[in-house]
């Protein structure tokens, strides 16, 4: 492990610890200098040269675009010292739902599609000119991502189609095994909606319970409509299944309604990815029947959703620490 560093940006750095302690290996410094102006810069206080290089940063609602920024310029300064291979860890990508494919997000003619463009940026911040036979060629130091349950599936072609090795983890596994614990005599598992249904199904199989639909409408980020939900709710303790929960949750909070419309005895709530603001934390509070929220720490919570909220926090850590280890071990 003498040929690999591990450095934090600002938003991962209590699960990098974590992640340091399972690979064994103690997080390099790094530090940002801030200017007057507004501007920062970021600064690897430990050699990189011909090392392996993870950088792991996740997205947080408040600080993101200063979070891809920070990315960036460790992606740049990794590539400028000389890192032989460089691999970003992205726990939490929130651009992992921009795409032309998504249905309950409508394409407009003429958007950007953010997702694509995100890599592009990454990946030209670790691309360097190299001499070769007598010609000048462009070598991507960027060469893997490292990320949890992307909200499209679309994101991890893109990385594809960009010569960026992609590592789509999921923490279902995770949640199955902390469930498993539970007493589920009298549970049923719905989805988000359809893109949650295959997910949703290999938790019911695994849980041994039964499962449902849901046929969702999205009217904004804010507003979701429940159309129809089949599976017998009512008495009964719902496992409601996303891969996120949103600043807005609007699903979730929507959906809750409608089960205490329909008698649901108890609502869990199972999610990989929690981007808790208090806006957030007022509209879960407002759902009666929520029993638990169950989450992961792809991304940081807030201190206050956990004494407001009945928060179970899961750590990715593990996964995350064995993919690591695994690429680590591998020759150059």
């Not at 934090?8 to 790094?30: E, M, T």
């Not at 360097?128 to 000048?136: L, Q, S």
């Amino acid at each position: 492990m003498n040929e690999v560093k591990i450095f934090s940006g600002s938003s991962s750095q209590l699960l990098a610890g974590k992640i340091c302690q399972q690979v064994g290996v103690s997080p390099s410094p790094f530090k940002i200098k801030e200017y007057a102006n507004g501007c920062f810069e970021v600064v690897l206080q430990d050699s990189v040269k011909d090392c392996k290089v993870f950088l792991i940063q996740t997205s947080i609602p408040q600080t993101l675009h200063r979070d891809l920024e920070e990315l960036r310029q460790m992606i740049n300064a990794a590539k400028e010292n000389g890192a032989r291979e460089i691999i970003v860890v992205m726990p939490y990508v929130s651009y992992a739902r921009s795409d032309k494919e998504k249905s309950d997000k409508k394409y407009i003619p003429g958007m950007a599609i953010a997702g694509k463009l995100l890599i592009e940026l990454l990946k030209e911040s670790g691309t360097v000119k190299v001499k070769k036979a007598g010609k000048v060629i462009r070598v991507n130091r960027m060469t893997r991502f490292i990320g949890i349950d992307f909200h499209s599936k679309k994101f991890a072609k893109f990385l594809s189609e960009l010569d960026v090795r992609a590592y789509h983890l999921s923490a279902l596994p995770l949640i199955v095994r902390y469930l498993k614990k539970k007493n589920l005599k009298n549970a049923i598992v719905l989805p988000a909606d359809k893109g949650a249904s295959k997910n949703a199904n290999f938790l019911a199989r695994e849980l041994n319970v039964p499962v449902g639909s849901v046929d969702k409408t999205r009217i904004s980020d804010t507003k979701a409509r429940i159309k129809k939900i089949t599976g017998e709710v009512a008495g009964k303790d719902v496992i409601f299944f996303d891969d996120e929960i949103s600043p807005a949750a609007t699903t979730v909070t929507t959906l809750g309604k409608e089960l205490e419309k329909r008698g649901a005895k108890s609502l869990t709530v199972a999610v990989t990815h929690a981007s808790i603001i208090n806006k957030t934390i007022r509209k879960l509070m407002g759902i009666k029947i929520l029993k638990e929220i169950i989450v992961t720490d792809t991304v940081p919570i807030p201190r206050e959703a956990s004494e407001s909220l009945p928060l179970r926090v899961i750590s990715v850590a593990e996964i995350l620490a064995e993919t690591i280890r695994e690429i680590s071990k591998e020759k150059a």
